[in-house]
């Protein structure tokens, strides 16, 4: 099933921007009905209300207006909520238009509770609306707006009076509804051509200028009189480009969900005679062009950008498995045709070289993940060879930062060098505390301004990066005591980032950017440190006991061997050279050190020692004095055979000169 192109576009674009607002009408509710649970179509409530009054009347609005005069407020209540089920509960559509749609407003003419249940269920961050004063209390960017209201505030529209009197009655529901109209794209679900709170919405969308964003009405039939009757009061209509008359209300409604989630997540709807190579390409261009403004990646943040992907390990690198047979939890038959044709395309040098420039960038962004090889079947691919036969490189501009950082050289990336020497700073006595203390004020200064000048050029990554290492120096500054105490109190506002709270409900980030954000955002939150950190544990403690079984004549292999040792390397680069002051808190040293020790236990059992530059700068930044010489006497020194003298340590060390060097330098 299809609809138009550019009014899912339409729709999809509003969603990016957080300009979209979904109003909800009591179709929708009937999605929640089981066997024992009905949502009765309002024909019906009339019918019991006219038989009643023993009217003829066939106007909705004058039969409740009539049903009131007749027998009072109470006994229409008491009508009304006969025919509410209100025990019911929300159905998976109703989860998916929170979960797909993710709409800045919601606003509802029903009088049920799904969509609060919905919220409630799901921990959703709206504030439910169901009067005016909820309205001016109300903080969250999201709303979820009950207009007609709820029996549990009494304030029910529904009768010929409560239309007539609504903009008098409820003033500022009335101008909200209007700035919404007005501003803001609108997608009209669960209503029909002849329902009378549609009508009620156009008399509404009259009032208003002529120019404003789309509003669309999802119905089945293609109507011709009522599609122009409908246009012509600003709603254009949305229904399948086929013949849908003989299609149930539910497959009309998943399809078009289905169709909204496609276009956010860039799928392709594969059609051999129909899409060609240079949408296969701009499919995972699009997918990584937000992940631009960084200098390193992780590889996590490719696989969170592609479902159906998953990390290998090799020595000193990653691979990425496309998946193309292998069952996962986020199969997807069309991504993994997406992937296949990408697979085709790079693995033909003519078709290749057609889009060599978007395909320098993919590839790029792999390889600053420390992604090597990818594979979609059985063989995998060297990126970096591909590049080398086409006489291109990828320029490693960062490769003298990471150095710079493991040597503790002073020409590392600044910021990092400033965190790295702000102890000593600070232990600096007489005239040189008030001076030390100003620099580290201006380095707080400098990294305000970098958030701003990073939100305006929309770098937000960078932004969220500027804010965490804002955060590490006000936490510093706030427990100097050479700082003024005022100036104090304000850095110990400014220490603490809940970085998950703030992308939820920061509308700096646009929507369409968010994704991009949460790898980040679950290692600025320790998230993924935590998750590394158990998982450097159970590796280490696997191939312990594989070294051990070894030793003693037993046999065995693990594939988690380089699991830790690659994850921790690119974990370094990547706040090395994004200048992520992540190592100035205890959970990041533990990682590194809980993984190093355990790797020295194992060459310990197998009695070789391989160290590397890199677990030399662990070892040294990381581990306290006492610390190190514990783990060199335990584990290292217990294998001098001979009496300790002077010179190179080739005894002890299988260490190239340079790495020697570095060791005696900071030992």
């Not at 999809?12 to 929708?28: C, E, M, R």
């Not at 009508?79 to 929170?98: G, N, Y």
């Not at 709820?150 to 529904?158: A, E, G, P, S």
């Not at 965190?419 to 380095?443: A, Q, R, V």
Request: proline share 2%.
């Amino acid at each position: 099933m299809k609809f138009t192109q550019a009014n899912i576009d339409s729709i999809v674009t509003a969603q990016k921007n957080d300009n979209l607002t979904v109003f909800i009408g009591a179709g929708f509710s009937k999605f929640a009905e089981t066997e024992t649970i009905k949502f009765p179509l309002w024909s019906k409530l009339m019918e019991v209300l006219k038989n009643d009054l023993g009217t003829k009347e066939t106007d909705f609005l004058k039969i409740a207006q009539l049903y009131y005069l007749e027998f009072g407020e109470y006994k229409l209540y008491q009508k009304l909520r006969e025919f509410v089920p209100l025990h019911a509960m929300p159905s998976d559509l109703h989860t998916d238009l929170f979960q797909i749609l993710k709409p800045k407003y919601i606003v509802t003419t029903n009088w049920d509770n799904l969509l609060e249940k919905t919220v409630t269920n799901n921990g959703l961050v709206y504030d439910v609306i169901k009067t005016e004063a909820d309205l001016i209390k109300s903080s969250l960017p999201r709303k979820l707006i009950k207009i007609h209201g709820d029996f549990d505030n009494h304030n029910i529209v529904f009768k010929e009076d409560d239309y007539l009197n609504y903009s008098i009655n409820n003033p500022i529901f009335d101008n909200f509804l209007k700035h919404i109209l007005s501003t803001t794209t609108v997608l009209f679900l669960g209503y029909s051509y002849s329902d009378n709170n549609l009508k009620q919405i156009i008399k509404w969308i009259e009032k208003n200028s002529s120019i404003s964003p789309p509003r669309f009405l999802l119905i089945k039939e293609n109507n011709t009189s009522q599609n122009i009757y409908l246009e012509n009061h600003g709603i254009k209509v949305l229904c399948p480009i086929s013949n849908s008359e003989d299609i149930e209300y539910k497959e009309l409604y998943c399809n078009f969900f289905a169709a909204l989630e496609s276009t956010m997540e860039g799928k392709i709807k594969l059609d051999d005679s129909e899409v060609s190579d240079e949408a296969i390409i701009d499919y995972f261009y699009a997918n990584l062009i937000g992940l631009a403004e960084l200098n390193s990646l992780l590889p996590e943040q490719i696989t969170n950008v592609f479902s159906n992907c998953t990390i290998e390990y090799h020595h000193n690198c990653f691979g990425l498995h496309f998946h193309s047979n292998l069952m996962t939890l986020d199969y997807d038959s069309e991504i993994r045709k997406t992937y296949s044709k990408f697979f085709d395309i790079i693995s033909e040098e003519e078709r290749r070289e057609k889009y060599m420039y978007k395909l320098y960038y993919i590839f790029s962004c792999f390889i600053s993940s420390g992604v090597v090889f990818i594979k979609n079947k059985d063989t995998p691919i060297n990126i970096l060879k591909i590049l080398r036969n086409k006489g291109q490189e990828i320029e490693e501009n960062t490769k003298n930062d990471f150095y710079n950082f493991i040597s503790f050289s002073s020409n590392m990336p600044r910021i990092l060098f400033e965190f790295l020497t702000y102890d000593n700073k600070s232990e600096d006595n007489g005239d040189n505390i008030h001076k030390t203390s100003n620099t580290n004020i201006e380095l707080f200064e400098k990294l305000s301004l970098d958030v701003v000048n990073n939100l305006i050029r929309q770098r937000y990554l960078s932004a969220m990066i500027s804010k965490f290492n804002k955060s590490i120096i006000a936490k510093k500054l706030a427990n100097s005591p050479d700082v003024d105490k005022q100036l104090q109190n304000k850095f110990r506002k400014e220490q603490h980032n809940d970085f998950t709270n703030e992308l939820i409900n920061n509308d700096n980030y646009p929507n369409s950017y968010k994704r991009h954000l949460k790898p980040l955002v679950d290692l600025l939150g320790f998230k993924s440190i935590y998750k590394f950190y158990y998982e450097s544990v159970i590796d280490n403690e696997e191939h312990l006991s594989l070294e051990e079984s070894k030793k003693n004549g037993g046999f065995g292999v693990t594939d988690k061997e380089q699991r830790s040792n690659d994850r921790l390397i690119q974990l370094l680069k990547f706040c090395a050279n994004n200048n992520i002051a992540l190592d100035s808190y205890s959970e990041f040293q533990n990682l590194m050190k809980s993984y190093t020790i355990g790797k020295i236990k194992i060459h310990k059992v197998r009695e070789k020692f391989e160290l590397t530059q890199v677990d030399l700068f662990i070892l040294i930044k990381y581990l306290k004095f006492n610390e190190l010489w514990n783990v060199l006497t335990k584990n290292i020194l217990v294998f001098v055979k001979e009496e300790l003298k002077e010179g190179s340590g080739s005894n002890i060390f299988l260490f190239s000169e340079e790495e020697k060097k570095l060791f005696e330098r900071h030992i």
